[in-house]
């Protein structure tokens, strides 16, 4: 119930395009969910983060999809570029205290966006 | 770039070595973790520390062991390593709060450790 499942694992886009990055879970107390990005030789940044009370968020070309009822957010970057390419990895928490506060990430998904 | 310092930056040893690896941080966080990176697991969480000499186990905590004796350093020992140790270690640090427009649990990330076990 603790797991965060991410698809898909790789994704190849044009440049220009659409990348699209969905996660689910199953724990319903979970109300913190961000979006970490991650270049090869770096650490993971954050790079967007959405709570349930919207079910949608923007920042520049990034958006959260939330879909409280499915259990399922989703991250689209919309006009896809080279410098996008990089390891993206949903995450999820209960609250911010105790061990619940904890992130438990998904497996991740290698984004190639091709010039 | 969050003022966090991961030593060393890479390490080979062999099987059975002790091993530790340290991070540290010039933010004053209260929260500090510790993950392993692996080729299809993602990010999975080892231990981490919500204050000096507080620490707790996470996923995959065995074989592994913390110490922090002060707010800006958390220590990660292999006792004994494997190979199956191999990984990318990353340390990561936190502040958790609601106020402001300051999000929850936003976590900084060192730039790692690679580590390998012959």
């Known amino acids: 119930q603790q797991q965060v499942k991410q698809s898909p694992q790789s994704l190849i886009v044009q440049k220009g395009g659409i990348s699209i990055i969905n996660c689910a879970y199953e724990n319903t107390a979970f109300d913190y969910f961000p979006w970490y990005q991650q270049f090869p030789g770096k650490g993971p940044a954050l790079l967007i983060a959405i709570r349930p009370d919207v079910s949608e968020k923007k920042e520049g070309r990034f958006t959260i999809s939330f879909n409280k009822s499915a259990k399922q957010f989703s991250l689209h970057i919309m006009d896809s570029q080279p410098g996008d390419s990089a390891t993206y990895f949903c995450?999820?928490?209960?609250?911010?205290?105790?061990?619940?506060?904890?992130?438990?990430f998904g497996k991740g998904t290698k984004l190639s966006v091709k010039p | 770039d969050a003022g966090i310092t991961q030593s060393p930056r890479h390490k080979v040893t062999e099987t059975g070595t002790p091993v530790t690896l340290r991070c540290h941080q010039t933010e004053n966080h209260r929260y500090m973790y510790w993950y392993r990176q692996d080729p299809g697991h993602g990010l999975r969480l080892i231990h981490y520390s919500y204050g000096v000499k507080d620490t707790d186990k996470g996923e995959v905590s065995d074989g592994y062991s913390v110490s922090r004796s002060k707010t800006e350093d958390f220590l990660l020992t292999l006792e004994s390593a494997t190979s199956s140790q191999t990984s990318v270690y990353f340390c990561?640090?936190?502040?958790?709060?609601?106020?402001?427009?300051?999000?929850?649990?936003?976590?900084?990330f060192g730039p790692g450790t690679r580590l390998t076990v012959l």
């Open positions: 995450a999820a928490s209960v609250g911010y205290g105790g061990s619940q506060g904890n992130l438990i």
């Open positions: 990561a640090i936190s502040e958790r709060g609601t106020s402001g427009r300051r999000a929850y649990n936003e976590q900084f």
